[in-house]
């Protein structure tokens, strides 16, 4: 019975070997690839952003008192009424 332990237990750290070898090792591989690629991704967006934002910044009026904007007033309003020919 011996030998047959010392097969059954040969054959078992073969598949474990080849279980390992040619799926974890592959898998593990690529989700540090996909986590790399993510991080590069989110790295070039946020670099793609910030000069919008600063940009975007910068050519925006101030809102503050000084603002050109009218504001509407309540005594401005028109009311408006459809001319049918």
């Known amino acids: 019975m011996s ?3 010392i097969l059954f ?3 078992l750290a073969i598949f474990l070997y080849k279980f390992v ?3 974890l090792v592959p898998v593990i591989k690529m989700s540090w690839r996909v986590r790399r690629q993510i991080k590069e991704f989110q790295r070039q967006q946020q670099q793609q952003q ?3 934002q ?3 910044s910068t050519n925006r009026p101030s809102s503050g008192n ?3 904007a009218p504001t509407p ?3 401005e309003y028109i009311d408006f009424e459809e001319v049918k020919e």
């Open 3 to 5: 030998i047959f332990r």
């Open 9 to 11: 237990y040969i054959f």
């Open 21 to 23: 070898v040619n799926f």
């Open 50 to 52: 910030d000069p919008v």
């Open 54 to 56: 600063q940009n975007g």
């Open 66 to 68: 000084g603002s050109t």
């Open 73 to 75: 007033k309540s005594g």
